[in-house]
T-cell receptor, first 116, second 116 residues
Framework: GAGVSQTPSNKVTEKGKYVELRCDPI?????LYWYRQSLGQGPEFLIY????????DSGLPNDRFFAVRPEGSVSTLKIQRTERGDSAVYLC??????????????FGEGSRLTVL | AQSVAQPEDQVNVAEGNPLTVKCTYS??????LFWYVQYPNRGLQFLLK??????LVKGSYGFEAEFNKSQTSFHLKKPSALVSDSALYFC??????????????FGTGTQLKVEL
């Protein structure tokens, strides 16, 4: 597609449920990032994929959060046993990776997660 | 750790007047700095970046930013504001990560409101 696509755009769930958020990056972009944006805050880094592997997952808040990218394109962010504090907008971004890449990321519109 | 600070939660300006949105940074080494804009219910959009070279960087929609190393600042500017510029603006700094990726650390954002 032309841009980064995220689904669902909105997800309402109950505390304790399992949630999956999907990201389809720009075709050909090898790098994929997940960020979380809470109300009134800037986006916070969660995890970065280079191809199929998670190159940096230092931003995942705890072991309830997990992400995969099995074929090096689409990625899924998985949240187990959701808590009210997980409510936020989850942003996905992608970029090219090559020597000299200076860092511009292309963001999707986000998935708004509300945990009741 | 690298960081950016946006000291103003909101900036109000009249249409046609110049605008400035402030950002200061803290990095080790040479800074790679970015401005992104977020319109309501839209994803983050890249505006401009400073990597090296001229301290005045020009970007999209008539925006520019001035890099000042001695003051560790990277303020966003526009000579004549438009009502359509009203949005949430984020300053960010890049951190190089394993595999050639680019992890951006964002500020908390500044809401720009341009009024007639």
């Amino acid at each position: 597609g032309a841009g980064v696509s995220q689904t669902p755009s909105n997800k309402v769930t109950e505390k304790g449920k399992y949630v999956e958020l999907r990201c389809d990056p720009i075709s050909g972009h090898t790098a994929l990032y997940w960020y979380r944006q809470s109300l009134g805050q800037g986006p916070e880094f969660l995890i970065y994929f280079q191809g199929t592997g998670a190159a940096d997952d230092s931003g995942l808040p705890n072991d309830r959060f997990f992400a995969v990218r099995p074929e090096g394109s689409v990625s899924t962010l998985k949240i187990q046993r959701t808590e009210r504090g997980d409510s936020a907008v989850y942003l996905c971004a992608s970029s090219l990776t090559y020597r000299g890449n200076t860092g511009e990321l292309f963001f999707g519109e986000g998935s708004r997660l509300t945990v009741l | 750790a690298q960081s950016v600070a946006q000291p103003e939660d909101q900036v109000n300006v009249a249409e046609g007047n110049p605008l400035t949105v402030k950002c200061t940074y803290s990095v080790s080494g040479n800074p790679y700095l970015f401005w992104y804009v977020q319109y309501p219910n839209r994803g983050l959009q890249f505006l401009l970046k400073y990597i090296t070279g001229d301290n005045l960087v020009k970007g999209s929609y008539g925006f520019e930013a001035e890099f000042n190393k001695s003051q560790t600042s990277f303020h966003l500017k526009k000579p004549s504001a438009l009502v359509s510029d009203s949005a949430l603006y984020f300053c960010a700094v890049r951190e190089r990560v394993t595999g050639g990726g680019n992890k951006l650390t964002f500020g908390t954002g500044t809401q720009l409101k341009v009024e007639l």
